[in-house]
């Protein structure tokens, strides 16, 4: 015999406005993660929940250094001193 779940496929217009500014704002106070979010509101997927938050959050996240973006010298130097104090 087989299991079924209840897996109801959402989209955005599922979530009311209201919903969407409530959860950015918990989220931007610290008092829940985006995991814990999406197991209390039912929401699917992490990325619907970051969706919200460059949208509507306070998070500026167009102005942001790349994550790879090349080091100075001034920081390999602090790099390798910190990694051999260990």
Do not use: C
Not at 41 to 49: D, E, L, N, P
């Amino acid at each position: 015999m087989e299991e079924y779940t209840n897996y109801v496929k959402r989209t955005q217009r599922d979530y009311s406005m209201s919903l969407k500014l409530q959860i950015v704002r918990e989220v931007e106070q610290g008092s829940s993660s985006i995991t814990q979010i999406r197991k209390q509101y039912g929401i699917q997927s992490h990325a619907t929940v970051l969706g919200w938050l460059r949208k509507f959050g306070n998070f500026d996240w167009e102005n942001q250094p790349p994550l790879n973006m090349a080091k100075s010298p001034e920081q390999k130097l602090w790099n390798l001193k910190s990694k051999s104090s260990y």
